[in-house]
């Protein structure tokens, strides 16, 4: 199924799938690093979207989280791409790998969404941790290792479920009605918010999200969306 092709920038291609699911690729001088794989069946269109690119190869694949909208596709793209680097957070890649415990520091709260189970990262991931010219940024809330990536060129945040556009923009675990799945989905609201204030704090020039349009000057919507997420 063909995807949707968005250009933002130099640097950030926008595929989205059904009008609602989004992932990105990212433009390095060694080829293309892939933020999030979307539903299972989505190989197909993100082969064809990278090769009408003409960006090069897919270098990187990174996940902001491991619900099965963001990784879905994640071990039938390795299949297809073979050596491919493969960046998932430290946190996030225990449940990646099936381990749905809770750390003693971490909220109590139930997990909620469908996690996907695939084969580990090659490369565990740290906030701080930089990837070609992404750096990478902890997002708790809507899973317990949700992150984001700050392109430092341009200040571009892609920020997973940590934001939605969708319906509305809103904060993790906010309900929008349009589009309500990344609320329901959200594991722990008030983590979410806070993460949310730290994504703000880096004053980012463009907004990417999971579901939904990218913003451009996106810092007076994202203060709205923390006011209303109380």
């Not at 269109?45 to 879905?72: K, P």
């Not at 099936?98 to 189970?117: M, N, Q, T, W, Y």
Request: hydrophobic share 40%; charged share 20%; with cysteine.
């Amino acid at each position: 199924m063909g995807l949707r092709v968005t250009r933002h920038g130099d640097h950030l291609v926008q595929l989205t799938r059904w009008g609602a699911i989004n992932c990105y690729l990212v433009r390095e001088d060694d080829g293309l690093t892939l933020i999030d794989t979307g539903v299972t069946g989505t190989t197909k269109g993100i082969l064809a979207a990278t090769a009408a690119e003409g960006g090069g190869a897919i270098r990187r694949i990174l996940l902001t989280h491991s619900h099965g909208d963001h990784a879905g596709s994640l071990d039938a793209l390795r299949a297809e791409l073979g050596d491919v680097e493969v960046g998932v957070g430290t946190r996030e890649a225990r449940l990646l790998a099936g381990d749905r415990a809770l750390d003693p520091d971490e909220a109590p709260s139930k997990l909620r969404g469908g996690f996907v189970k695939a084969s580990p990262p090659t490369r565990p991931l740290e906030p701080g941790d930089r990837v070609g010219s992404l750096e990478t940024v902890a997002a708790p809330g809507h899973t317990p290792g949700h992150l984001a990536f700050l392109d430092t060129r341009d200040r571009t945040l892609i920020a997973g479920d940590a934001f939605q556009t969708l319906g509305g923009i809103a904060v993790a675990g906010v309900l929008r009605p349009l589009f309500p799945l990344p609320a329901l989905a959200t594991w722990d609201k008030p983590t979410a918010r806070r993460s949310g204030a730290a994504l703000l704090a880096l004053t980012p020039a463009r907004l990417a999200v999971g579901h939904g349009r990218v913003l451009e000057d996106p810092v007076p919507a994202m203060e709205s969306a923390l006011a209303a997420a109380g």
